[in-house]
């Protein structure tokens, strides 16, 4: 039996296929991976090459327009109140558009369903193709097809013919020796024992596969760290009690210096907090925790994140027992920059309590230096009840509840993380640059050889073909490997008459003429 | 003892300088010289089997002894400007103590030094000199923009203080970015070449190398960008923001991929593929000058 070589992923050999309309299913082609007709057309929707091409594009467009668009921090848009006032902030750039890009999701597009929904038929597309393409490269790695038609090597896009001296036997033996010693994969043709086909990187093609495998793992990566990771900023009171870390951790983590460094020039040189991380009570880990040199430890990471000031306050309630006392970070700015505030609430009385410093070298808050002063409001109201400037140690007395400010503290904000994405990140990234070298690296090369008698003086006519994709660097291997086989029979070797292709020789297209 | 930094200012307008003469020089070697022939090759190898293939590609035609000589001074002087560029970095190198990727300027010094290393190695390698018409004047064009910008030397920000992913990002950016430069030229002159009747140069191999490039630059920007996400989470406490430059760069990579895509799977060559590539390298640019307007995580750079 005899197969012509085709192949059902090479679309750059349409010559081939198109010359023989009549032929059977080809070595390559696909199975009929799907049972119903429907599921069928549905995953032949999903791994069509055009598909993921616009997708792709798609993405591109989306992911562009989120770096030219504002974007909202996170959580906004989970509040109403909060999202109203960034469209409204956006407004004065956008003008009238700025009702329809809301409208489309355009404020917060990488969290947009329409993103969400265009990932997700990039995955199937991914899933759908790598399904379809394994089948396909298992073939072709273990079963590759090593009887093509005598017609193949008359209209391969690569074919190169060479006439010798030996004999038809000793000239397919002399090409296969040679092959194997060039470290070619040379299996012989059952059909025709002057034939044989060689190759070399047949498992390049699963290169492609592990690159495309791993985006799938990269964009579960994502999923993963949005839905169960935890990134949370603490701040931290330098010198003060240690802070649980929560999430069902016995965990405790403590500030004991924070150093911000600059030059002379004011530029930032270095941020260092020394953290304790305790766990029932013990010391567990400790260490200097810079911006490039975050804390590990139980699956956390503590990452240098900011600094600020906190007021430290004490309450005190009815009967005289301390109801609060922390350090309030200082995370507000009055709008003339010249105060900052920190807020707390206190449940007892419905309070809540803002306490503001002068900021940070300014003598125009009107707030002696080393004062606070507190601000007090009804929880949910924006009346002011009471209002006072208090010294270090100095008491307000509210009623039934006294309000102490102690001091003022630097606090340094660490960023406490647990991603249980990051690792499969690693793994996903790991992969997809293994996978694109193998891909680039070790393309599956192959060639079919056939070697025929009537040669000159009896000899024999050795035929090379391939079907591979119209590509320079494969022309080159090509020509590289006839002229090496013409050296293998050399000085008898030459190139036989160029033959007559089956078919019209291309004509110069438009864009070849100035070659 | 003067200062090293003081004397490398005279640098970068010496290799502005050559890179022009350079320039000049591959102009009239391009416009005088003759269509190259076509080869034997054809006899060995069996031409296209089906009539929607290219040619086989020609071997550039011999030179003459003028436009021989004339490239040889071409060459030279392209590569004395790498070699000024490199010096210039090295300089810098040496008195900041880390690779010159701390801001705009040393940057962009080193773009244009991953340009000219990916233009030299193009040209040694398929001898397609047609290329320097479009890529040195990207070249001398960002060297001109370096030296708008401040080059004083100032300490790294805290972010920055990771000498080894500094130097594996930023390195690999600049590899990337001057292979896709390389693919923007090849892209350009595919697209003008028939144009400019006194330009001739095969639109197969252009294509080709357009691709080559492509398949190179594609690669290094991935593992940019998976360098960078490796260190934002070191540094930022999370691999990915969606920062306006990370963004930027997350596009340009996709731009790339659907080339190689519709290249490989949907057979796109000519025209179609070279503006992709285009799209491709103005993706780069707007990743780079993006600093200028984005704001966000990497401001500093």
Redesign the interface.
């Known amino acids: 039996m005899t197969v012509d070589i085709r192949d059902s ?1 090479d ?6 296929a ?2 023989e309309p009549g032929a059977g299913p080809g070595p390559d082609e696909e199975p009929d991976a799907a049972p119903g007709e429907f599921f069928r057309r549905i995953y032949q929707f999903f791994y069509s ?2 598909l ?2 616009v997708t ?2 798609a ?2 467009v989306y ?2 327009l ?2 030219l668009l504002v ?1 909202a921090g996170a959580g906004v848009y989970g509040d109403a109140a909060a999202e109203a006032s960034f469209v409204e902030s956006v407004r004065a750039k956008y003008g009238g558009l700025t009702g329809v890009l809301n409208a489309l999701g355009l404020f917060h597009i ?1 969290s947009s369903v329409g993103f969400l929904v265009v990932i997700g038929v990039l995955a199937l597309s991914i899933l759908a193709c790598t399904t379809h393409r394994l089948p396909l490269l298992w073939d072709r790695f273990r079963h590759p097809k090593t009887h093509p038609t005598d017609e193949f090597f008359g ?6 013919e060479l006439s010798v001296t030996d004999s038809p036997d000793v000239a397919a033996t002399a090409v296969a020796d040679h092959l194997k010693r060039l470290r070619y994969r040379v299996l012989a043709d059952p059909d025709d024992p002057r034939s044989l086909y060689a190759d070399k990187f047949a498992w390049g093609g699963f290169g492609t596969v592990a690159a495309h495998v791993s985006f799938l793992i990269i964009i579960a990566a ?1 999923a993963l ?1 949005a839905l169960a990771g935890v ?1 949370e900023v603490t701040n931290l009171p330098v010198g003060g009690a240690p802070v649980a870390v929560g999430h069902g951790t016995d965990l405790q983590v403590q500030a004991t210096t924070f150093q911000a460094t600059y ?1 002379d020039d004011g ?5 260092v907090s020394h953290l304790v991380v305790t766990e029932n009570g013990a010391v567990v880990k400790e260490q200097d925790v ?5 804390l590990s430890y139980g699956g956390f ?1 503590f ?3 900011s600094y600020g000031l906190a007021a430290d306050v004490q309450v005190t309630g009815p009967d005289g027992s301390v109801v609060f006392d922390q350090s309030v970070p200082l995370e507000y700015q009055t709008s003339d920059g010249t105060a900052v505030a920190g807020i707390f609430t206190l449940a007892g009385p419905g309070l809540e309590v803002q306490v503001i410093l002068p900021a940070s070298g300014s003598t125009d808050s009107g707030i002696a230096a080393g004062d606070a002063v507190f601000q007090l409001y009804k929880t949910g109201s924006s009346e002011v009840l009471d209002m006072a400037e208090v010294a270090p140690g100095e008491v307000l007395d509210e009623g039934d509840y006294d309000l102490t400010f102690l001091r003022e503290r630097q606090v340094t904000g660490i ?1 406490v ?1 647990h ?1 249980p994405g ?1 690792p499969w ?2 793994v996903g ?1 790991i992969l ?2 293994a996978g ?2 193998v891909t ?1 690296a070790c393309r599956h090369r192959r060639y079919w050889v056939r070697v025929a008698g009537a040669g000159p003086a009896g000899g024999a006519v050795l035929r090379l ?1 391939s079907s591979d ?5 494969f ?1 080159q291997a ?2 590289d490997l ?2 090496d086989l ?1 050296r293998v029979f050399a000085p008898t070797a030459e ?1 036989a008459e ?2 007559e ?1 089956a ?13 | 003892m003067p200062d090293p930094l003081r004397l490398a200012e005279f640098i970068l307008p010496a290799a502005l300088i050559v890179t022009v003469i350079a320039l000049i020089a591959d102009i009239v070697i391009l416009s005088t010289r003759r269509a190259p022939a076509r080869t034997r090759e054809q006899a060995l190898v069996g031409g296209p089997a089906d009539a929607a293939s290219p040619a086989p590609a020609p071997r550039p035609a011999k030179k003459s002894g003028q436009s021989g000589g004339l490239a040889a001074y071409a060459t030279g002087f392209t590569a004395i400007a790498f070699l000024l560029i490199t010096v210039y970095l090295g300089v810098r190198m040496i008195v900041t103590g880390h690779g010159p990727f701390a801001n705009q300027h040393e940057f962009a010094v080193s773009f244009v030094w991953g340009i000219l290393l990916a233009y030299l190695f193009v040209e040694w390698k398929l001898k397609l000199r047609a290329l320097s018409v479009a890529v040195l004047p990207v070249a001398a064009c960002l060297t001109l923009y370096a030296m708008r910008l401040d080059a004083g030397v100032e300490p790294l920000v805290p972010a920055l203080q990771n000498n080894l992913l500094l130097t594996l990002h930023v390195g690999f950016a600049i590899l990337a970015y001057g292979a896709a430069c390389v693919s923007f030229g090849a892209a350009v002159l595919y697209l003008v070449a028939p144009k400019l009747r006194r330009l001739k140069v095969n639109l197969e191999r252009l294509d080709e190398v357009g691709y080559k490039a492509a398949v190179v630059t594609f690669p290094l920007l991935t593992i940019m960008i998976l360098l960078g996400a490796l260190w934002a989470d070191t540094a930022w406490g999370s691999y990915w923001s969606w920062d306006p430059k990370e963004t930027a760069a997350l596009v340009t990579w996709l731009i790339y991929g659907a080339f190689l895509h519709a290249r490989v799977v949907r057979g796109w060559r000519g025209r179609k593929s070279a503006w992709l590539l285009i799209i491709g390298f103005a993706a780069i640019l707007f990743a780079y000058f993006g600093n200028n307007f984005f704001g966000g995580l990497h401001s500093y750079a």
């Open positions: 992923q679309e750059a050999a349409p010559g081939l198109a010359a090459k055009t993921g091409v792709i594009l993405l591109a992911v562009l989120g770096a974007q990488f209209r391969a896009r690569y074919r190169a994502f760290s990134a030059d530029r930032p040189l270095d941020y810079r911006v490039n040199e975050p990471k990452h240098q994140n960023l993380r991603d990051a990140m690693i990234s997809l640059v694109m070298t680039f073909a994709k119209e590509d320079g660097g022309r090509f020509e006839a002229a013409g190139p160029p033959a292709p078919t019209e020789p291309a004509p110069a297209s438009k864009e070849t003429t100035h070659a």
